[in-house]
């Protein structure tokens, strides 16, 4: 890696992926893998084995030689020349603690064979010594890049009590260990010695030659994956075509029912039109006969209203003959209207029951065929997380949960040229829906369409007004203004299209200082809620910039990440006691929910949180890989998420951001993309 490189992602180098802060007197494990003394000796506190340690990052578990104490480890020599790196780079805007009487001073001096920082008064006694004649200095100020390869290669030191300044020159073969010239003919005496270079040149060779092979296996396993992933593509084929012909079998089944059930009806109704035409012709003679009758009653009324006795009598056949003529015991003829009455078809009932829609053959190429019935009648549903019945006869075992969260979007890849990602750290969304995320390693914040389109991107490295030093949270205000935390202890606040407007915060712990802040956020009043990370607060300024008020501390926050207002509360994320905290407007600690482990509802290295839609507060729980869910209350809801680079894993998610249609976006840390997931 080049000295350029080197420096753009120092933060990320010199960073623990345990407690997530500068590392702190830096230990490696026989993995490879470093963390701070402080960490390594609270896993081993939390485990309650002695002498034995497991790797937070592989999981790996090491016998620790000695007495067993993490402080056995050996020393990272390259971190702690990191370290002093990142001192110098940052002189300009962090003061140098002093490596003889501890006093912080940005006139800081290095030198190249002590290995250590002095200020100017300790620089001036040091340089006095007539041992340290040779030794050269440099105020930090006017280091360049040749000076901090120099830096860079310092050797290592002996970690033997009263050894500590004493170089490791030989090597210990009976031993295996590196030595320094005291140790030879101390703890060593006898013992067959080499030079540290020499062991070093054959260590290599053994090393070139062990990862050639590892290369060649490498490969064998990548032409595995490609013919499983070539495998996992036929199989999904498979599948949509197997869907495809139970569909096409079922429309044709369907069909078939339709047309019959079509000619039943259309049965039907000819009938009932025809009973329907011959009751409406019945009603319009029953019609005419009633007016008839009334006629002639109208008639016969009116006769016998101005006619004499005899006269009526008279008339007494003349009525029997209207009588007779009206029909008044005319036929009600209505047997020819039909009753309908359906008879279902038990027969087809029974083969739909017994027979299905078809049967699935499953065939495995080592086993013999297994069959099973899927069945159109049957469905099966299973409460989430329990596992449900299995098919019958399948060799597979069937598990469904409620209120999934599937992914339905990534977008983002590793790089640096515009619209690539390098670390995404922070994620926001505004009312657009554009997704704007920070870009820690490439210096910058960059802005996306829903559908994770690139639309413009702004930022570079440094400290000055608009430029970035890794930046971490973002988010936005009410009125779109973009506003960015970062490395430079600050907090800096831009228009929707990236132009610089204002900042405030600066090194230090005073009220409107800031020391590494992580996480803000924006309250419903437009007040920036910071997290500052390593003064241990959280501390809440308007939307103004001006500082307002200020909560935690030692001994109630250990490591704060993230906080969010929600109603009357202030959630916050505790890296340190892997934990959710809750308090209430006025700072004052209420309760709190999770411990570290890998269960539900408890965490490992919780980050950054957010609450979507329906109410439920999201966690990136970053080290478990995987966004919890619960309610406001700490119960646990749900998770998703899983290790690993395929759809709906992560390596590390980081911080998440809610869609105006409920969607949850995802900060895939390690991945270097975002992801989008729905709740299905």
């Not at 005419?288 to 009324?301: D, F």
């Not at 009932?349 to 019935?373: D, M, R, T, Y």
Request: aromatic share 8%.
């Amino acid at each position: 890696m080049d000295i350029k490189t080197l420096l753009d992602n120092l933060h990320d180098e010199v960073s623990c992926s345990v407690c997530m802060c500068t590392f702190t007197d830096p230990k490696q494990l026989p993995c490879l893998h470093s963390f701070c003394l402080h960490c390594l000796n609270g896993i081993q506190r939390t485990s309650g084995v002695h002498g034995k340690i497991t790797c937070p990052e592989c999981r790996r578990q090491f016998q620790i030689s000695g007495s067993g104490n993490p402080s056995e480890l050996p020393t990272n020599f390259r971190i702690n020349s990191l370290l002093d790196v990142l001192a110098i780079k940052e002189c300009s805007t962090a003061n140098v603690k002093c490596g003889n009487c501890n006093k912080r001073s940005a006139q800081t001096l290095y030198c190249f064979q002590c290995c250590s920082f002095w200020c100017e008064e300790c620089g001036l006694a040091h340089n006095i010594i007539r041992t340290n004649k040779e030794h050269r200095t440099l105020a930090l100020k006017d280091f360049q890049d040749q000076d901090i390869e120099a830096v860079l290669k310092r050797p290592a030191f002996c970690q033997e009590k009263r050894h500590e300044n004493k170089e490791l020159e030989l090597f210990c073969k009976d031993c295996k260990v590196a030595i320094c010239n005291t140790c030879a003919v101390t703890l060593h005496e006898g013992h067959g010695k080499m030079l540290s270079e020499e062991a070093t040149d054959a260590r290599k060779t053994q090393i070139n030659s062990m990862t050639q092979s590892l290369i060649e296996k490498a490969q064998e396993k990548q032409k595995e994956l490609e013919q499983l992933n070539q495998k996992s593509t036929d199989f999904k084929l498979q599948v949509a075509d197997f869907k495809s012909q139970v569909q096409t079998n079922v429309d044709q089944v369907i069909a078939i029912i339709e047309a019959r059930k079509r000619d039943v009806l259309d049965s039907v109704d000819n009938q009932a039109k025809k009973s329907l035409e011959y009751l409406s012709q019945k009603k319009d003679e029953v019609e005419n006969k009633v007016k008839l009758i009334e006629s002639a009653i109208k008639q016969t009324q009116a006769l016998v209203k101005r006619s004499f006795s005899a006269e009526i009598l008279g008339f007494s056949e003349t009525f029997d003959t209207i009588l007779q003529e009206q029909g008044i015991q005319g036929n009600r003829d209505t047997e020819c209207i039909p009753r309908f009455s359906f008879t279902k078809s038990e027969k087809l009932i029974n083969v739909l029951n017994s027979e299905g829609i078809g049967n699935v053959k499953i065939v495995f190429s080592e086993a013999k065929a297994q069959q099973f019935e899927a069945k159109g009648k049957e469905s099966s549903k299973v409460v989430g997380g329990d596992k449900g019945t299995h098919v019958r006869d399948s060799p597979l075992e069937t598990q469904v949960q409620t209120g999934r969260f599937r992914s339905v979007l990534s977008f983002g890849q590793k790089g640096k040229s515009v619209g690539m990602l390098n670390r995404p750290w922070g994620v926001a969304v505004n009312d657009r829906d554009e997704i704007a995320v920070t870009d820690f390693c490439n210096h910058r914040v960059s802005v996306f369409s829903c559908v994770g389109i690139h639309l413009r991107s702004f930022g570079r490295s440094g400290y000055n007004n608009g430029e970035f030093k890794c930046p971490t949270a973002i988010a936005f205000d009410s009125v779109g203004n973009i506003v960015v935390a970062d490395g430079g202890h600050r907090v800096q606040v831009f228009d929707r299209n990236g132009n610089f407007l204002s900042k405030f915060g600066e090194y230090g712990s005073g009220d409107n200082q800031l020391r590494y802040p992580q996480g803000l956020s924006i309250n419903g009043n437009g007040d920036i809620i910071v997290a500052d990370r390593d003064n241990k607060l959280i501390k809440v300024f308007s939307s103004s910039r001006s500082y307002l008020r200020k909560f935690g501390g030692a001994g109630s926050l250990v490591t704060p990440i993230h906080c969010i207002q929600h109603g009357q509360y202030f959630i916050v994320s505790d890296v340190g006691d892997h934990s959710i905290k809750m308090f209430d407007l006025e700072g004052k600690f209420i309760s709190k929910f999770g411990k570290q482990g890998n269960k539900d509802g408890e965490f490992n290295k919780p980050l950054y949180l957010s609450v979507n839609k329906e109410g439920l507060l999201m966690v990136c729980d970053s080290q478990n890989q995987r966004v919890q869910v619960f309610e406001l209350s700490g119960k646990f809801v749900t998770k998703f998420g899983s290790e690993g680079s395929g759809r709906g894993q992560f390596k590390k998610p980081f911080s998440t951001a809610i869609l105006s249609d409920g969607r949850i976006v995802v900060c895939d840390w390690k991945n270097d993309r975002i992801q989008v997931f729905e709740h299905t």
